[in-house]
């Protein structure tokens, strides 16, 4: 199952200590204690991998590397590594308890795959005895100790992002089509619920979510359950497909926008395409009656077909299209 709502505690790197030490040469013997390394600070940063928090299961504690300690003749220590946590685009991180200056009082969202915000900074590396050097102290035996880095427990809870989401009853070709039109590689078979978890593709400037199959019920847990209406609730577009071979396929986008509206009624506010999926297996007779009984409730709907090229252009135009508004 998709790890969805994890707590981890990070701590970011300790900064190293400054060093008290002198010059080795006789005429000089000043002070040349380098400064401490800073420590390593904790990024999350965001990927197409949904299953993503699934390594924070068992991995909870997180650690960036301390700033190394000064060194002589004014060598600083080197900082210490910074950490970066891959987390699923739509992650939203929260600050379990305390404030602090990176975080403001704010959720941290990751809302686009690269994108990368710090959420533990590492500790200041403390000074080297050269640094407190004075007319009046030529020879100073001071130093500091470095900063402790931030430390926070955190939950990171994926609320999914995407520009569109895919829907529609079981086996219709939702996660075909997905691979089809991206690099995604959501299992495929000739029965339903095939698909267990959502699976984003990325179609140039879009993210695409293939979400598993809904039915009958679903809004009250039957099927795969509402697990996944949740992040149906984030997609911005829905693109609903109804299988061309059905035996009713106005029942069939009728179910699934019953199960949308007893969730949440918003739901069905969102702009939507419709789509006749597996066009090629009905003749182009039967897709004219399809497409006339959805003209009776105003709907326009598109035929597509994984083995028909035409189709997948027509398909790919639509999403152009999306992109340019999304560019707007
Ligand atoms: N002829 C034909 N078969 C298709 C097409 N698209 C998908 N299929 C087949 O339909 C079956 C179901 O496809 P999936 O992509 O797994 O369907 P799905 O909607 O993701 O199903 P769930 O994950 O169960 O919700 C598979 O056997 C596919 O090979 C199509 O355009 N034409
Ligand atoms: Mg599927």
């Known amino acids: 199952m998709i790890v969805d709502d994890v707590k981890i505690n990070v701590f970011a790197g300790h900064g190293g200590r400054g060093l008290v030490t002198f010059s080795k040469t006789k005429m000089t013997q000043g002070p040349t204690g380098g400064n401490g390394g800073i420590g390593g600070s904790i990024f999350i940063e965001g990927v197409s991998d949904l299953g993503a928090l699934r390594q924070f299961r068992f991995k909870k504690e997180l650690r960036a590397d301390d700033g190394q300690n000064g060194k002589s003749q004014l060598n600083d220590g080197h900082d210490g590594d910074d950490l970066t946590l891959y987390v699923p685009v739509g992650t939203v991180a929260h600050l379990v308890q305390t404030n602090s200056p990176v975080w403001g009082r704010r959720n941290i969202e990751i809302g686009k795959i690269g994108q990368r915000e710090i959420i533990a900074k590492g500790g200041k590396g403390g000074k080297g005895n050269f640094l407190f050097r004075s007319a009046t102290d030529t020879s100073p035996e001071k130093f500091e100790e470095g900063k402790p880095g931030e430390s926070f427990e955190i939950r990171l809870e994926l609320k999914m992002i995407a520009d569109v989401g895919f829907i529609g009853l079981p086996n219709v070709g939702k996660s075909s089509l997905l691979n089809e039109i991206t690099n995604a590689k959501s299992k495929v078979a000739n029965y339903p619920f095939t698909t267990l978890e959502p699976n984003l593709?990325?179609?140039f400037d879009l993210?695409?979510?293939?979400?598993?199959?809904?039915?009958e019920g679903a809004s009250e847990g039957k099927g795969l359950g509402i697990k996944f209406l949740r992040h149906i609730e984030r997609t911005k577009i829905l693109f609903h497909f109804v299988s061309a071979d059905s035996a009713n396929p106005i029942s069939d986008y009728k179910t699934v926008r019953t199960e949308l509206e007893i969730y949440n009624t918003l739901l069905l506010e969102?702009?939507?395409?419709?789509?006749i999926s597996k066009s090629d297996t009905v003749l182009e007779s039967v897709i004219k009656n399809i497409k006339a009984d959805f003209k009776k409730l105003n709907k326009e709907v598109t035929p597509i077909s994984i083995l028909d090229?035409?189709?997948?252009?027509d398909f790919k135009k639509i999403l152009n299209n999306l992109i340019t508004?999304?560019?707007a």
Not at 270 to 275: A, Q
């Open 270 to 275: 969102k702009p939507e395409h419709i789509f």
């Open 325 to 327: 508004e999304k560019q």
């Open 207 to 215: 993210i695409l979510a293939d979400i598993p199959g809904l039915i």
């Open 309 to 313: 090229e035409t189709s997948l252009g």
């Open 201 to 203: 593709g990325i179609y």
